[in-house]
């Protein structure tokens, strides 16, 4: 650690949900003088478009047979904890293990080449922990949402991830562990006990969406109350994209703009969308959500913590996730509502639209982010403990 610099070693899941919410964190310690590099793989790989070094720790892998492999005991992706409504956590261990599993071997030869002076991942990815102790380094722990925090889940993950550290011959824990939390304290509150890790630090959720160069449209003042849709990417290029087919019907003539994020999927799975709805590819959504009154999605928690630092009423469609931190935390605490894909329509895009209660609440939660440590301040405080 020369100068004072260290070497911090940033570990993602495949999957820009899992990437997206660590690039602040890894642009405060850059910005700081560290040096940042990721170890990671298939669509994470875009941490190299915001401008970081990053290692694929898979290269040519297809990571779609790795997180949904076929079940003979599953009737359809439905029944699988990639898009389960409330998976177990021991459904969440066994599908994280394979997932992590995967990249053991190529995040120990990152590691190898590059020794790190400090690790980040987030609780999902086992790899990363395991490369703590391997190298015997402090880890780092951004949780990404409420799914990842119990302490039943991790300790489901070290078992499934055994054999992993044995053939490596790693033994022991990482000599610390810092968790860290983006959820503002009012949605803390509303967890179950096992998931609040109340030792972790309070960090400020930023959103990073990836860069773009805008789009007309979206520099322009909506001519209407305009809402955003989307099932984020991993779904939303699985398929999953056909379930918005009846929101599309319902948006015929009612009185508001709609932008449907593709994130790769099929547009003609929705079948003939009316003309106030406007169907682009990506967009960055906190840019998207600046224009917007509401928002409707996947209960994903990048996007609803995106929306809650735009202070925006949300509905999710509890499906089509396994992150589904908003379906339980968004109506408890006032700031969303639920609705089923197969009903969801006019009545709800009206309720997100004009309840005044939801919107203050959103506002109160926006506020309570704000609150919250920036990165720039979270890097400061854990370089100063760890040091």
Known sequence: ??????????????????????????????AAGHRVRYATGGLSLAAAEAGFDVVDVTPGLD??????????EADGPGDHPMFAEDPEDAELATLFARV??????????????????????????AAGRLVAAASRTSLIEPRLGS?????????????????HWARCGVTGEPPRTIPLTTLPPSLTDLLPEDRRTPDAR??????????AVLPDWLSEPPRLPRIAV?????????????????????????????VVTLGGGDPALLGEVPPNVRLVDWAPLDLLLDT???????????????????GLPQCVIPRGSYQQTGADLLPARGIGIVADFETLGAAECRTLLKDAGLRENARRVQAEMLAMPAPAETVGRLVESIG
Not at 2 to 22: D, I, N, Q, Y
Not at 102 to 119: C, I, K, Q, S, T
Not at 148 to 163: N, Q
Request: hydrophobic fraction near 45%; include cysteine.
């Open 100 to 125: 992590s599993g995967v990249m053991v071997d190529g995040v120990l030869a990152a590691a190898r080449d590059w020794p790190p002076d400090l690790v980040v991942a987030p609780p999902l990815q």
């Open 147 to 163: 799914y990842d925090s119990g302490a039943r889940l991790k300790s489901l993950l070290r078992a499934g991830m055994e054999p």
């Open 230 to 258: 989307t099932l984020g990417t991993i779904e939303a290029q699985w398929g999953g994209i056909a379930i918005l087919g009846p929101l599309m019907e319902a948006a015929r003539g009612f009185d508001a703009e709609f």
């Open 1 to 30: 650690m020369a100068g004072g610099s260290m070497r911090v070693l940033f570990v993602t899941s495949p999957g820009l949900g899992h990437l997206f919410p660590t690039i602040p964190l890894a642009q405060a310690f850059r």
């Open 202 to 211: 309070p960090l400020r959720y930023v959103p990073y969406n990836g860069g």
């Open 292 to 310: 917007c009154a509401a928002v409707v999605h996947h209960g994903g928690s990048g996007t609803m913590l995106t929306a809650a630092a735009a």
């Open 63 to 72: 990571y779609l047979p790795v997180y949904l492999p076929q079940e003979p």
